[in-house]
């Protein structure tokens, strides 16, 4: 199978040679740690840990419909939060992108993300065309 990146006009892509936020290998499309930076990447969506993960579900959902999928394609997350008290939120904002089986999930509280006002990165795998 060939390997295909993925892009989307509405997530903005990293600077050449970093990573690919998508790739697309058949059915399977793996997406990158993806923060709430805007595309400005100097400022940030939100402030708190239901903004953040709103802009992130939304940059998330953004590639799996280039790649010509739905949320409920997602099989399993990983989320990397800074203050894990502060879970709930992340909980809400995906209960708002998600319906039926959610995907299989590992949350895990790090020290610190690349900027101090990034509270939380999420990354997904998904199979295009498994929740039709």
Request: aromatic share 8%.
């Amino acid at each position: 199978m060939k390997k295909q990146r993925v892009y989307s006009p509405d997530v903005t892509e990293p600077a050449a040679g970093l990573w690919s936020n998508a790739l697309r290998v058949g059915p399977q499309l793996f997406i990158s740690g993806l923060t709430a930076r805007g595309k400005n990447l100097d400022e940030i969506t939100g402030d708190d840990e239901y903004q953040q993960a709103m802009a992130v579900f939304s940059k998330i959902q953004h590639l799996v419909q280039a790649a010509g999928g739905e949320m409920n394609d997602i099989v399993k997350m990983t989320i990397y939060v800074t203050r894990i008290q502060h879970n709930t939120a992340v909980w809400q904002a995906r209960r708002e992108f998600f319906s039926g089986d959610f995907p299989a999930c590992t949350l895990v509280e790090v020290s610190a993300l690349a900027r101090p006002d990034i509270l939380l990165e999420i990354e997904a795998t998904a199979f295009i065309g498994c929740a039709a």
